[in-house]
């Protein structure tokens, strides 16, 4: 818990939004933000899968432009980087934490880890393909003023789903 | 405690007082000065640009000067020398046995003033008498090179009668750097110009380095700003007893 | 020959650039300052870092030897490129087998190297800049002037106009709309391009790994979107292992743009189905340097852009001045590897050597240092200039002949009275009066503190 703590502070240092919820909650906690019909550009997970997000939400595995939403499951937390990770080897799987405006991340807490090397201490070869998201996209090209949204999400939601006890 | 004394190129022939200043503070500590004959430069200002052969050549000369082992030190009211010598003579002679053992002899006896008065002597403060507000340079050899950070701002603080404030670009170059004002002049005018710009509500600037503070006061003098450079031993120095 | 004089005092009247560039080094330095101060093992990390690249340096051919190998087996295809003519045709010979007119690309020092656009375009093939500053740089027909923020010499005015007047923007001076502008207009491009392309900032030997660390997106965009991906990369890129990676993940962002960490780091270890990932390595000179007891140092340069930031002369004039796709301290030891003493040999007399650079570099190198034997060279070279060769000869000789010391003493300090105001030198004549031209002097004394000296102990 005490780690969840660190990581949520960092993850707000990294300018996102971090709501730890359970596992019951969840659902209704995407609903709420998200908003029923809405069109989800996701990348199926077992987690996703078994929310039954279905007869909520219009999802989608195709990308066009005018979506909204990105929904994924990180599969790693990283506390030292405030930071998420995701294990994706295909354009399909890549695409949803990077091509909407906003992207939905879910994350459960027992693949919260402390720092990089525990990640890749755990990881078996030949590697997956591995990318490390550390926030919404940004740039300060601009006389240095920093603009959210450059070329990916202009926001990152983070929704922890707390271990059950 | 015998000292040898090398002034310096630029103290011995522009300002000798910083020369006479430092002979002062090094006996208020006890110790015993003695100050060679012959002209020395370190050799630095030709080392810098390129001309190495000239380099070696003062560098030589140099060695032969100040490598005498009856005295305890060598002191030089300069980070800059004392960095090039430290720093640089190895390089300059590394296919020349005979005076890198030289230059190893005299590396771990030599010492700036600020440097041997802290580290040595474990100065905390000097009864100098300077009044006034006070700021300072810190010269990049002296600083980076020789790892001089807070011992002269911490003598400077312990004078009872002197104000002294850091300006905020202490530690970034003056733009001097030996012939690239020579070469770069606008460019090094700028450097300087920022630095000074950069100093508020003083009288006086100090550094451990002649040479910056040539620099740095040329552009005071020139801009007609009412702050007066001075050698951090002619503030050290000020009012201690003469012999 | 690059001319850094002319190029320096040309910026230095221009104030806009100067405060543009002032604000944007000293933002990230003080930035970094932050950051690391919450990292406290980072003094470790920086050695840390520094011996993985020395192992690589050390035995150079076997790691670029097990990446090759293992990226292979990633089903990557590697080719080798030995100089920038060659790199070009190689990629050339990709595009076309891919039919290719558009590309997308984001951010790499090396394609600057080996000039790749004004190729491409020759070729018929239109390749767009995707990183916002690289974006911005490349519709101005300008080179990027910083190695972290391209476009710093550029105000948001000038953006404004660029935009509006090149590629129909409706004109706007908010940076949010005119970011927001250039994110719809690439997205379309992404989408279209028949290949990307980027660079790499470190190749894993043990995993055959290539990573890209960014902030906006655009290079996940070019690396994931077009059908083909080509990484053009320098050779010196390879650290040993997976395992060093976070070391050099946590010092490069902090050193860099002063974050803890860049927004996205993509770790690449294998070619998708149906999906062509070309990687071209790039020696150019490299192997050069690397056989070179000096300069090999430089290799090690994670291009943070650390030195340029702290560097004082840098934080004046910018990239521009450096006249090469490499700039600041380090960038003049790459441009004269890269492009050869010719083309470089006034540069590395553009320092004064404070050492600013050495103190932040993350990964140690002794920038002064190898400054210090570029010039050696380039006077062995050239022989050294007529007026400050005699210069520096007839200082020699005053220092070090007692005679002509105590006489050359006498004549110049009667001499100097000619140039004397009151007590400072406030004009000089030839090559020293660009001495005298923002300064005044001080003139010699009336005596040497030697002489003083004895005549006080003589009385
Ligand atoms: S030399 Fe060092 S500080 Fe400069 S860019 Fe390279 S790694 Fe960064």
Request: contains cysteine; hydrophobic residues 40%.
């Amino acid at each position: 818990m005490e780690r969840t703590e660190r990581f949520v502070k960092e993850l707000e240092n990294n300018d996102c939004e971090v709501h730890v919820v359970d596992r019951k909650s969840l659902k209704e906690n995407l609903v709420n933000y998200i908003g029923k019909g809405s069109k989800v550009f996701y990348r199926p997970s077992a987690l996703i899968k078994s929310l039954g997000l279905r007869d909520i939400f219009e999802l989608t595995e195709d990308f066009h432009e005018g979506i909204y939403f990105g929904l994924s499951e990180a599969d790693y937390g990283i506390v030292y980087s405030g930071g998420l990770v995701e294990l994706a080897n295909t354009r399909e799987e890549k695409l949803p934490s990077l091509l909407p405006e906003v992207h939905v991340a879910l994350l459960r807490e027992e693949n919260i880890v402390e720092d990089f090397d525990d990640l890749f201490s755990r990881l078996q070869k030949p590697l997956p393909d591995i990318t490390f998201i550390t926030g919404p996209s940004k740039t300060a090209d601009i006389e240095k003023i920093l603009v959210r949204g450059a070329h990916g999400p202009r926001k990152l939601i983070v929704f922890i789903v707390a271990n059950e006890y | 405690m015998k000292v040898l004394l090398f002034p310096t190129c630029l103290v011995d022939h522009i300002k000798p007082k910083i020369g006479f200043d430092t002979v002062k503070v090094l006996k208020h500590y006890g110790v015993e000065v003695h100050v060679p004959e012959r002209p020395a430069c370190c050799g630095q200002i030709a080392f810098n640009v390129g001309y190495w052969r000239e380099a070696r050549k003062m560098a030589s000369s140099w060695l032969e000067i100040y490598d005498q082992p009856e005295y305890d030190y060598i002191v030089a009211p300069s980070g800059s020398c004392v960095h090039m010598i430290r720093e640089n003579y190895e390089i300059l002679f590394k296919d020349d046995p005979e005076k890198l053992t030289k230059v190893r002899r005299i590396k771990p006896r030599l010492f700036e003033l600020v440097e041997f008065l802290t580290r040595i002597l474990k100065v905390k403060k000097i009864p100098s008498k300077f009044r006034g507000k006070i700021t300072y340079h810190a010269s990049c050899h002296y600083l980076r090179g020789l790892g001089m950070k807070s011992e002269p701002g911490d003598l400077l603080k312990n004078i009872d009668g002197a104000d002294f404030k850091p300006m905020e670009l202490e530690e970034t170059c003056c733009g001097f750097g030996g012939l690239f004002s020579l070469k770069f002049p606008e460019l090094s005018f700028k450097m300087a110009e920022r630095k000074v710009k950069s100093m508020e509500d003083v009288e006086y600037l100090t550094s451990a380095d002649l040479s910056c503070l040539l620099n740095l006061g040329g552009v005071l003098s020139r801009m007609g700003l009412p702050i007066r450079p001075l050698h951090i031993v002619e503030i050290l120095a000020e009012g201690l007893e003469d012999d | 020959m690059i001319d850094f004089r002319k190029n320096a005092d040309r910026i230095l009247k221009d104030p806009v650039v100067v405060n543009a560039v002032q604000r944007a080094t000293l933002h990230a330095l003080k930035k970094r300052e932050e950051t690391i101060e919450r990292i406290p093992d980072f003094e470790d990390l920086r050695d840390r870092a520094r011996l993985a690249k020395e192992k690589v340096i050390g035995d150079f051919e076997n790691y670029l030897k097990l990446f090759k190998k293992n990226a292979t087996e990633n089903g990557f295809i590697v080719h080798e490129a030995g100089d920038a003519e060659e790199a070009r045709n190689l990629i050339l010979k990709i595009l076309k087998a891919h039919g290719a007119r558009t590309v997308v690309s984001s951010k790499s020092m090396t394609q600057e190297e080996i000039e790749i656009n004004p190729f491409l375009e020759s070729h018929g093939i239109k390749k767009y800049e995707t990183d916002l500053g690289e974006f911005i740089v490349q519709v101005a027909g300008q080179r990027p002037s910083h190695i972290t923020a391209p476009a710093i010499h550029l105000t948001r005015k000038e953006i404004a106009r660029l935009f509006s007047e090149k590629l129909g923007m409706n004109y706007t001076e908010d940076p949010e709309e005119i970011t927001n502008f250039a994110r719809n207009f690439l997205r379309g491009k992404y989408f279209k391009a028949d290949a990307g392309m980027s660079g790499a900032n470190f190749l894993v030997a043990d995993t055959g790994s290539f990573v890209i660390v960014e902030n906006e997106g655009n290079a996940r965009m070019s690396t994931t979107l077009p059908g083909v991906h080509i990484v053009v990369t320098g050779i010196e890129k390879l650290i040993p292992s997976i395992m060093d990676l976070p070391v050099f993940l946590k010092i490069l962002a902090p050193s860099s743009t002063g974050q803890r960490q860049t927004v996205y780091t993509s770790i690449f270890s294998r070619a998708p189905e149906g999906r062509e990932i070309h990687i071209v390595l790039i020696d150019n000179g490299r192997r050069r340097m690397l056989k070179d007891p000096i300069l090999r140092e430089a290799l090690m340069c994670i291009r943070c852009g650390g030195c340029s930031n702290v560097c004082p002369i840098f934080q004046l004039v910018g990239g521009h001045a450096y006249g090469s796709v490499y700039s600041g301290p380090i960038g003049i030891i790459w441009t004269y590897a890269i492009f050869g003493h010719e083309v470089a040999k006034e540069l590395p007399f553009a320092s004064t050597l404070c050492g600013a650079c050495r103190e932040i570099c993350p990964v140690r190198i002794d920038i002064p240092r190898i400054l210090l034997e570029l010039r050696r060279r380039v006077v062995e070279r050239e022989g050294g200039r007529p007026g400050e060769k005699i210069l520096i000869n007839v200082w020699a000789g005053l220092m070090t002949e007692p005679f002509l010391n105590k006489i050359g003493f006498r004549v110049a300090s009667k001499v100097q009275t000619v140039f004397k105001k009151g007590d400072k030198i406030k004009s000089l004549p030839s090559v020293l009066s660009s001495w005298t031209k923002f300064k005044d002097l001080e003139p010699l004394a009336d005596k040497t503190f030697r002489e003083l000296w004895k005549e006080r102990k003589g009385s």
